[in-house]
């Protein structure tokens, strides 16, 4: 069954209204998610069109692509809005919701290459994404946008707490032994170390989760194929 849409939280047409959005979804408090014995993990992630002056404007030719359990699917569009700090949802949310619609069968949860809690406002793109389809979000980047932690030690699985104004909105995930660890961010429903347990669960011996690896491969096979 198709992931339900949230249209009173959808996505907004001005910077001035995704501002209203985000401020009433950081409010809202949602049944928090709890991991059952199984469930499965997807992945969406978008890229845009190389070569481009700046960090990204408006109309930007741009490829999503969504993964779980092996099977994918792909979408082109354009990028809605130029790149901004913070508004990331402007840009790159209806493509992403496109991308997790045209899966064939919905995850139980959705990682993100994007913040959560970690926010201006506590409603990052992989928050907001996580409201508009009803499904439980996670977010995995490769830093912080603004919240800070030390890093944990190096062995698989270690991790530490980001913190924003004292707020734990995330953990440093050292998912592989002699790597970079990654950002993973609390987002719709789910908390710091719910978030941390659907990356664990989603790792399969590299240090970003399998659904994520995949929707980013194809995603930008898609680009340079030309696709969609």
Known sequence: MAPTTDRANAWPASAEALVATQRRLAAARPDAWVPGS??????????????????????????????????????????????????????????????????????????????????????????????????????????????????????????TPLLLEGEVVGVWLRTRRGRRPLAVHAAWRTDAESAAAIVVAALRGTRTPEPLRRARQVARTARSRGLG
């Open 38 to 159: 199984s469930f499965r993990v997807g992945a969406c992630f978008v890229c845009f069109a190389r070569g481009g002056s700046g960090p990204g404007a408006a109309g930007d030719p741009a490829w999503a692509a969504a993964a779980c359990d092996g099977r994918t699917a792909v979408v082109g569009g354009t990028a809605g809005a130029p790149y901004e700090p913070g508004l990331l949802a402007l840009r790159e949310g209806p493509l992403l919701e496109a991308a997790v619609r045209a899966l064939a069968e919905p995850p139980d949860v959705l990682l993100v290459d994007a913040t959560g809690r970690d926010h201006p406002r506590r409603a990052g793109l992989a928050l907001h994404l996580g409201a508009v389809l009803g499904l439980p979000t996670a977010g995995v980047t490769h830093r912080p946008l603004l919240a800070a932690g030390a890093w944990p030690p190096d062995e698989g699985g270690a991790r």
